[in-house]
Every structure is written in structure tokens, then in C-alpha cells.
């Protein structure tokens, strides 16, 4: 079994910080993409950050400059560390995670169970 557990989320003033993290357990030979997505209510689910093993990192235009994703490869664990938060980034953050398991050789896509960021005075 996989499993994904994200921390960090909660309330936070406008211009404030937050940071979240997913670590992943379980059955893990090898992990690739790691991102996070965020989900408002009434609206679809947006991709956030991504970051691959070697590091390499994209971002939504509305994050650029204020989030930073990171990852730490001995741990299975992703990071999204969030500045200067805006009501608009008010959602439920997920993270995702490509994982390939022992004597296997597919990367298949799993999912944690979310944690709601409130951005709000």
C-alpha cells in the first residue's frame, strides 16, 4: 500500500505564510513528479506546482514568485511553501505523487487526502 499525508494547511491573514508538506509511504521503489493542486470551491481543480526528481520546478502564473515547491528525496516528501497568500489562494490543496514500486515498471499517479488553506481577515 501507498499512502500520501499532507500537513500545514489552516487560516491565515492576507500576506501571510504557510507552508505545506506530503510524505509518502509505503510500498516505494522510485518517485518522480511530485505536485500540488488546489481546488476552490465552485471551480476545478488547478494545478499548482509541479517539481521532478532532479528538482526542476514549474508553477501556475498566479503562484510565480510567491510559492516555491521543493522535495526531499530521502524522505518521499514535498513542500509548497506559500508567501504573501491571497484570498483568491483560499482551496483545498492536494498533492500528487508518480510512483513506481518495487519489481515494477510503471509510475502510477497517487493522491493525498487534502488540506484545506483559508486565506481570510
Known amino acids: 500500500q501507498v499512502k500520501l499525508v499532507e500537513s500545514g494547511g489552516g487560516l491565515v491573514q492576507p500576506g501571510g505564510s504557510l507552508r505545506l508538506s506530503c510524505q509518502a509511504s509505503g510500498s516505494i521503489f522510485r518517485i518522480n513528479i511530485m505536485s500540488w493542486y488546489r481546488q476552490a470551491p465552485g471551480k476545478q481543480r488547478e494545478l499548482v506546482a509541479t517539481i521532478n526528481r532532479a528538482g526542476t520546478t514549474t508553477y501556475v502564473d498566479s503562484v510565480k514568485g510567491r510559492f516555491t515547491i521543493s522535495r526531499d528525496n530521502a524522505k518521499n516528501t514535498v513542500y509548497l511553501q506559500m508567501d504573501v497568500l491571497k484570498p483568491e489562494d483560499t482551496a483545498v490543496y492536494s498533492c500528487?505523487?508518480?510512483?513506481?514500486?518495487?519489481?515494477?515498471?510503471?509510475?502510477?499517479?497517487?493522491w493525498g487526502q487534502g488540506t484545506q488553506v483559508t486565506v481570510s481577515s
Open positions: 500528487n505523487a508518480d510512483i513506481q514500486k518495487p519489481d515494477t515498471y510503471s509510475f502510477i499517479p497517487y
